[in-house]
Nanobody, 124 residues
Framework: QVQLVESGGGLVQAGDSLRLSCAAS????????MGWFRQAPGKEREFVAA????????YYADPVKGRFSISKDNAKNTVYLQMNSLKSEDTAVYYC?????????????????WGQGTQVTVSS
């Protein structure tokens, strides 16, 4: 069993930046591809970004390209989501996800582990 714990959410103004962190309990963290999803009120959970096991492959959803950056530190068992130029439409609960393959993370339906989520609120 792998536990994922997100942190770093909060209330910010439009144009500000935030960095989310997701700490994993797995001793084999380097064997997992990781990702971030978000769910806004009244909407389905949607893919945000994914990174492969050693960080060689990265995907972003179109709405966040050029503003968000995902990174993975296998030595610290942590994945990050740097969010710049935040917009009100980025307001959501952000979830960390882990799977053996990046395709599984990107697709969302084959994620092995989910975090509990962290709230990001962007005021305009």
């Amino acid at each position: 069993q792998v536990q994922l714990v997100e942190s770093g959410g909060g209330l910010v103004q439009a144009g500000d930046s935030l960095r989310l962190s997701c700490a994993a309990s797995a001793r084999t963290f380097s064997s997992f591809a990781m990702g971030w999803f978000r769910q806004a009120p009244g909407k389905e959970r949607e893919f945000v970004a994914a990174i492969s096991r050693i960080g060689g492959t990265i995907y972003y959803a179109d709405p966040v390209k050029g503003r968000f950056s995902i990174s993975k530190d296998n030595a610290k068992n942590t994945v990050y989501l740097q969010m710049n130029s935040l917009k009100s439409e980025d307001t959501a609960v952000y979830y960390c996800a882990a799977a053996r393959f990046i395709a599984s993370v990107r697709g969302g339906s084959s994620v092995d582990y989910w975090g509990q989520g962290t709230q990001v609120t962007v005021s305009s």
